[in-house]
């Protein structure tokens, strides 16, 4: 699907954009966090301290600077004080082993760690591996030998403005890794480009404003949260911000009157609704909330059905519930559903792409199918990465031609379609595809059936090994409190609703499921805990 409208934007980099926020809204407050609230002029000095701190440590453009932080404004002084300065911010997933940020780390070289004072055996592990690694940066109380205090580190630096200089849009920017849940972490290079056009599109596509108030729980190591981040300091909007998924008080933000936007993943949302005073809250949802967006997984149906009936604020309004979709690859540069004009809002559907994106569904040569049919989604905008870090064939299988079209494309690994209005849905991912006995399984159109049963919480399924037909669906069933149910009950009630070959064969209940730090279930396990099994 073609876009006609063109961003255009004079940024060189992200630290202008920045700039220009702090430029016009010095006294706006830029970050909210455990009850203190940092102006944007005060966000704009931390960030020169953090920037000239860096360079008096001997960085300098190009070179790596790994954080492992949850989510607290040091992490946002990092992010933006490294690209100050040229340098590239490498996001790690805190809730990797030490041996597995160690080993990102080494990947990407880094010279700097900024770590927490409860990481001690990563700092370990990370000094045996990372040959390049000089400085140890500790947020914390806790002391760890031979590392700065981040405290000591930022009295080092200046508040004096440090212009961005020589710095361009296809410099690179982070070094984001990839939550692996179809293999090894790869880590996906961004430019300032790709975060510059990415803030701008985001604003476009949810039409933001400086008098936006977001509340951020997602993980701003994940390239989600830190897109929503960007966006929101981009425009002198506030970003309030927890420490993490603590779901009360994320709860009781979403009912202050500021609050305006909130972004969680559909795990999240499950777990909202899960509340046992979740009734509490029905009508007491800010009357300026004008969303409640998901992304980063498919959103259930019977899950939205569900928030209908929550969602709702001071004036009686049902909020908004919108998906949207983007990718790590592509900054999460993607679609969206109109949150502005409810009526055209599609449950199930990932929404329209954003200004200046471009989404097409092509077969395994390439080439884009017609409207309604399904296909590996194709993208090209502004957001999409440079590639991955030390795999080029890794990058050459993902970022190709799309026959007839011109310029390269990243192809996603989502299968798609696209209906007469021009909304995409997300059908599955192409590597969870299941082949019965030669006929495609989506996973998906299993799991919306099993998830509008009454007595089910969550629920996955994958592919298992079977020796005729093979394979065969395997449902991992999460029931909901006090709920009883039966393996035979599951594959009844699927008879029911599926064809025959859809219907699961293997039945598993589980008291939760394997999910990444951002909610998306860990399918490539679950694949890879099951050995054949032989029958009819």
């Not at 990839?178 to 790869?186: A, E, L, V």
């Not at 969206?336 to 559907?349: A, F, Q, T």
Request: net charge neutral.
């Amino acid at each position: 699907m073609a876009q006609t409208l063109q961003i255009k934007t004079d940024l060189k980099n992200v630290n202008e954009a920045i700039d220009k926020a702090v430029s016009q809204y010095p006294n706006n407050i830029a970050i909210r966090f455990g009850g203190e609230e940092i102006t944007y002029k005060a966000f704009s000095e931390t960030v020169m301290q953090v920037a000239s701190a860096l360079k008096k440590l001997g960085v300098k453009k190009g070179d790596k600077v790994a954080v492992v932080l949850a989510n607290v404004p040091e992490y946002i002084y990092s992010f933006y004080g490294a690209l100050r300065i040229g340098a590239v911010l490498a996001p790690m997933i805190r809730m990797l082993k030490p041996d597995e940020i160690a080993s990102n780390c080494t990947e990407a070289e880094c010279k700097v760690l900024i770590i927490s004072d409860d990481g001690k055996r990563t700092v370990k592990k990370t000094r045996k591996q990372d040959k390049q690694l000089e400085h140890v940066i500790i947020v914390g109380d806790k002391e760890i030998e031979e590392t700065i205090n981040w405290k000591d580190f930022i009295a080092t630096g200046t508040k004096d403005y440090i212009s961005p200089g020589d710095i361009g849009l296809d410099d690179w920017a982070t070094i984001n890794f990839t939550s692996g849940t179809t293999g090894k972490p790869k880590g996906t290079i961004h430019s300032h480009k790709n975060y510059v056009y990415a803030a701008i599109g985001q604003r476009l596509a949810t039409k933001g404003s400086p008098e936006d108030s977001a509340v951020l729980v997602l993980p701003m190591y994940h390239i989600f949260g830190l897109s929503v981040m960007n966006a929101s300091l981009n425009i002198g909007s506030m970003l309030n911000m927890l420490p993490g998924f603590l779901v009360q008080d994320a709860l009781k933000e979403l009912c202050h009157p500021r609050t305006s936007t909130f972004y969680a993943v559909p795990a999240m949302y499950a777990i909202i609704l899960a509340q046992e005073n979740i009734n509490e809250f029905v009508g007491k949802f800010s009357p300026n909330l004008k969303f409640v967006l998901s992304g980063a997984a498919p959103l259930p149906m019977g899950l939205i059905k569900r928030m209908e009936k929550i969602f709702i604020d001071t004036n009686g309004r049902q909020i908004p519930i919108v998906e949207g979709w983007g990718t790590t690859e592509d900054a999460v540069y993607g679609t969206v559903n109109p949150w502005d004009e409810p009526d055209k809002i599609k449950y199930g559907s990932i929404g329209k792409p954003f200004p200046d994106c471009k989404i097409l569904i092509v077969d395994d040569d390439g080439k884009p199918v017609p409207k309604g049919e399904r296909g590996e989604m194709a993208v090209q905008n502004p957001g999409v990465m440079l590639g991955y870090l030390n795999m080029p064939k890794k990058t050459k299988e993902v970022l190709k031609p799309v026959k007839g079209e011109e310029g390269i494309w990243y192809y996603t690994g989502d299968i798609g379609i696209i209906d007469d209005d021009g909304y995409y849905y997300i059908v599955d991912r192409k590597k969870d595809l299941i082949i019965v006995g030669g006929r495609n399984v989506i996973p998906r159109d299993v799991e919306e059936v099993l998830f509008k049963h009454p007595k089910i919480h969550e629920a996955t399924v994958v592919g298992a090994p079977h020796e005729k037909m093979g394979e065969t669906v395997r449902a991992i069933i999460v029931l909901k409190k006090d709920e009883e149910m039966t393996e035979q009950e599951v594959m009844d009630y699927c008879k029911e609703n599926l064809a025959d070959y859809k219907c699961p064969r293997i039945v598993e209940f589980e008291k939760m499921l394997k999910k990444t730090s951002t909610g998306k279930i860990l399918k490539k396990d679950y694949r890879a805990s099951f050995k054949e099994i032989r029958g009819d």
